[in-house]
């Protein structure tokens, strides 16, 4: 009865969270800045005010650790046991904190770097609410030209742009549109009496190469990501509602749409679209505008979307006055964790995890979560509220994961993120005991031999149980 108390109350909570999400969504849609100048604005938007509202997850976050610390010996008998199961592979990272104090309530191998998979994602969103703020756009705009029948289509890093063909009713949170850019374009050409132009567009927000250290050649032919570039539409893919195929040109193709788009809503443009460089200070023309930085994190966690790591990523290198490169942004996500007081344990050479060249340690990965997770930082509060819930959500609410007679009774109870590579397996999150204390764990194998998944949700159950 008890155990069946504890998750209807979770449950309950969660929906309230949930509630509480869609609320904000609604109300802050059109949240941007107040004043436009005609002056050439970077790609991120920030927020309005230092008074602006800061999402965060509520009571799920304010109830934790309020309960006594779970007994550590059986919490370490438990979890000795399960760590012990051969489908784990040769090595294996394994914390629980206490999220209040930071207590390690359980500890194997904390400290090695291990190959994080999109668990990496944790990094790169706490990075992005950290140095962008969680309330920052992305835009998208259309500049005049270097004539008055010419403009740039310049593309901000926002990968989650719509396109014709994507749904009108799609995920959670609200796209910007390609159709809605081009219909706010053809009304400015028009109030100056421009029916025809020349099309070129802009993606040099991002630079070096598309593709990122210790990517696997498949990946893009696979489905897995698209080419990274600062101007794309549907995250690169041709059909929205598919992951395959990956168009090899996201930004030559999501001109090419717009060209259409504009002539659409009555501006006819030249069939060739070029790529150019915007000349600063060119008037504006028109723009749109992604969700904010926390609800695009949240999203990037719950669906494991690569494509939008990779571009906040890159945002967080532009803000800290390194290159939109990969590089860049492994620099700046760094600095990010440094500032934050995480960087020990943290190795990372793209955002979305696909690289093999990632290492992060089970407690430096922990003790990020248990950061996010903490009163005093609600600007971090949604990588907490962008994990996965155990049976419903995400990565988590496929159907295969907390199934097991082991694992089951975490369903509702554990939040968490799931990393999958070839012969690797993590998973990253927080959980409330059953005498009502916040932990955070992260369990890592990467030399796994087939899968280790159903190990890992037994590990996180018993964490929830303790």
Not at 19 to 45: K, W
Not at 298 to 318: I, K, Y
Not at 412 to 418: D, E, F, I, N, Y
């Amino acid at each position: 009865m008890r155990e069946r108390w504890v998750a209807l109350s979770t449950l309950a909570m969660l929906q309230i969270v949930t509630i509480v999400a869609g609320s904000y969504a609604l109300t802050h849609e059109d949240f941007t800045l107040s004043a436009m100048t005609r002056q050439t604005p970077p790609p991120v938007v920030p927020a309005e005010s230092p008074s602006a509202p800061v999402f965060t997850s509520g009571p799920v976050l304010a109830r934790g650790g309020d309960g006594p610390l779970p007994p550590k010996t059986t919490l370490a008998r438990e979890l000795t046991d399960a760590l012990g199961d051969r489908a784990l592979g040769g090595r294996v990272g394994a914390v629980v904190l206490d999220a209040a104090t930071g207590q390690r309530l359980f500890a194997k191998n904390p400290d090695v770097g291990i190959t994080p998979a999109s668990t990496t994602k944790i990094v790169t969103g706490a990075a992005a609410l950290a140095s962008l703020g969680p309330d920052a756009r992305l835009a998208t705009r259309v500049l005049q030209g270097g004539t008055p029948d010419a403009v740039v289509l310049v593309g901000g890093g926002d990968p989650t742009l719509a396109g014709p063909a994507a749904k009108k009713d799609g995920p959670y949170p609200r796209q910007a549109s390609l159709a809605q850019l081009a219909q706010r374009t053809a009304a400015a050409l028009k109030a100056r009496g421009v029916t025809k132009v020349t099309l070129s567009y802009d993606d040099s927000l991002f630079t070096g190469p598309s593709k990122g250290p210790g990517w696997k050649p498949s990946y893009i032919p696979d489905g897995n990501v698209a080419p990274v570039t600062a101007l794309m539409i549907d995250s690169g893919r041709l059909n929205p509602a598919q992951s395959i195929p990956r168009v090899s040109d996201p930004s030559r193709h999501a001109a090419t749409v717009f060209a259409r788009l504009l002539s659409r809503y009555g501006v006819a443009a030249g069939k060739t679209v070029r790529r150019a460089t915007a000349s600063p200070g060119a008037a504006e023309l028109a723009r749109v505008e992604s969700a904010p930085v926390y609800a695009l994190v949240e999203r990037a966690l719950t669906l494991s979307d690569n494509d939008l790591s990779e571009a906040l990523a890159r945002h967080v290198a532009l803000h800290e006055g390194e290159p939109g490169s990969f590089e860049g942004a492994a620099r700046a996500v760094q600095k990010v964790m440094k500032r934050l007081g995480v960087a020990q344990g943290v190795q990372v050479y793209d955002g979305s995890g696909l690289s093999t060249m990632n290492r992060i340690s089970a407690d430096a990965l922990a003790r990020l979560v248990s950061l996010a997770a903490a009163p005093g930082r609600p600007e971090l509060h949604g990588v907490v509220s962008g994990m996965p819930i155990a049976g419903f959500t995400g990565t988590l609410g496929n159907g295969r994961r907390f199934t097991g007679s082991d694992s089951k009774s975490g369903v509702g109870l554990v939040r968490a993120k799931t990393g999958t590579l070839n012969h690797v397996n993590t998973l990253a999150g927080l959980a409330t005991t059953s005498d009502g204390r916040l932990v955070t764990f992260a369990f890592m194998a990467d030399r796994v031999p087939y899968t280790a998944e159903p190990v890992l949700d037994r590990l996180a159950a018993i964490v929830a149980r303790a």
